[in-house]
């Protein structure tokens, strides 16, 4: 478990590696490679290619895609956050976690349309 009180788990050979990728970016790029880091743990490749992401953006009539859990991605902020005070680093801004979901989305549907290519 990630927090004492959610329901984020991740795998601890998966925490470790986000955990050290982190603590080698730039202090200020730790909280968005952490982030990076632990939504593939978070949630499954399908969930992130077949979803529109926070949902941030207003929802058009013919995209019928569901938003990500907001609870998990509140919690993942929370963890994020928290790891960097506790290791002197940056606090992740909205901008950056913002970025990260997106490019893991982005990522996730360029992955999936190459696996129904094979």
Do not use: M
Not at 30 to 50: D, N, R, W, Y
Not at 91 to 114: C, G, H, M, P, Q
Request: aromatic letters at 6%; proline letters at 3%.
């Amino acid at each position: 478990r990630l927090l004492k009180d959610s329901n984020l788990e991740a795998w601890e050979d998966d925490l470790r590696r986000a955990t050290s990728a982190a603590e080698k970016a730039h202090p200020t790029r730790s909280g968005f490679v952490l982030t990076c880091k632990l939504i593939p743990c978070i949630f499954k490749l399908e969930e992130l290619a077949q979803s529109r992401g926070q949902g941030l953006r207003k929802k058009k009539e013919a995209d019928l895609r569901p938003v990500l859990d907001p609870t998990k991605l509140g919690d993942l902020k929370e963890y994020v956050n928290l790891w960097c005070h506790k290791n002197n680093k940056d606090s992740v801004k909205d901008l950056d976690f913002n970025d990260a979901i997106s490019e893991k989305v982005s990522y996730a549907r360029r992955k999936l349309k190459t696996f129904q290519r094979q």
